[in-house]
């Protein structure tokens, strides 16, 4: 029996792709202005009572930056998961004023209670819940899902239904216990609220929270800003390059390409170094692919049996058709 749903997809009435696009074609110099607009406008919304959720990547590299020339003494909050490049934890560690927070589980522990993270965290959250016949989630692996006008929803995952029967177990809680909980936890403690980095180009998920919310989120459930949300990663690396500002390592050089935008000769994109999510669409050589070759001992903890302790990840990649190798 199909399902009709009405309205999945939609955002709010705040702003329109229309504007997000026009917003985002905007001179950097332009965009610098209007962060830093919703950064004051935020600081003084809470009395100053805000941190930035520092990862120690490029993105957060750069929002730190343009809040420390505004507010030189607003604390940035690094979650030691243990997942990082090495290089993002020594910058982030190198950086003045960063408290050091830690999960309760490390990452064996998350996979072992609730599952490996891949494909995306929409596909591992209904890979998850999608084990009862006839559930929601169920039907949208089975691509069961219509919409009101008749056609298949937009979130119909059939590709993924055959992870039901993998012989390990799926889930994206990883980001969840590991990094929201414990920013969760210090927001409670301190009182104060976040500042991101996420840009809305990042995801399908963020350009519609941005939509419906805007950069500062004041209405949402769990209040924060993410003042950048409208810039693009040409604009990331442009600041960091024309101001000259420090970064982690592991990226390489920052160059110029031919269009007329930026590339890096190290990583593109750092977050966690075993995380699976969106390697299924990347081109040889694969994020893990590359970490073979930049961080042997790591890659071989990662593929290493979970019998011999290690993370037990070469079966999870293969099973997908992920080249490991």
């Not at 950097?28 to 990547?57: C, M, N, P």
């Not at 998961?81 to 993002?88: A, C, Q």
């Not at 750092?270 to 970490?291: D, I, M, S, W, Y």
Request: contains cysteine.
């Amino acid at each position: 029996m199909m399902t009709t749903i009405t309205g999945i997809g939609e955002v709010g009435v705040l702003h329109s792709r229309e504007q997000l696009e026009e917003m985002q074609r905007l001179p950097l110099s332009r965009k610098i202005q209007i962060t830093t607009a919703r950064i004051i406008e935020w600081y003084q919304h809470y009395d100053g009572k805000v941190y930035v959720a520092f990862s120690g990547g490029k993105d957060s590299t750069v929002l730190l930056d343009i809040v420390r020339r505004i507010y030189p003494d607003v604390p940035a909050v690094f979650s030691d998961t243990g997942l990082e490049f090495p290089e993002v934890r020594a910058f982030a560690r190198s950086c003045e004023n960063v408290t050091i927070i830690k999960p309760e589980m490390n990452f064996r522990q998350v996979i072992e209670k609730y599952g490996y993270p891949v494909v995306s965290k929409r596909v591992a959250d209904t890979v998850e819940y999608g084990h009862k016949p006839g559930s929601f989630r169920w039907k949208e692996l089975h691509g069961e899902i219509m919409r009101s006008n008749g056609t298949p929803s937009e979130f119909n995952c059939e590709k993924w239904c055959y992870l039901l029967n993998a012989p390990f177990k799926v889930s994206a809680r990883c980001c969840a216990v590991m990094k929201k909980r414990p920013m969760k936890k210090y927001s409670k403690e301190t009182g104060r609220v976040p500042i991101i980095a996420t840009m809305a180009d990042e995801s399908r998920s963020r350009r519609a929270t941005w939509l419906r919310l805007g950069c500062n989120a004041f209405a949402a459930k769990k209040p924060s800003s993410q003042p950048m949300s409208f810039w693009t990663e040409d604009d990331v690396l442009e600041y960091l390059y024309t101001y000259k500002i420090p970064y982690a390592s592991v990226y390489g050089e920052i160059v110029k390409t031919d269009g007329g935008g930026g590339t890096t000769t190290g990583e593109k994109r750092t977050g966690c170094v075993f995380c699976a999510f969106g390697a299924h669409l990347e081109k040889a050589p694969n994020r893990f692919q590359r970490l073979k070759v930049t961080h042997p001992k790591l890659w071989n903890y990662c593929m290493k049996p979970w019998e011999e302790h290690g993370l037990g990840m070469r079966r999870v990649l293969e099973y997908i058709g992920v080249p490991i190798e």
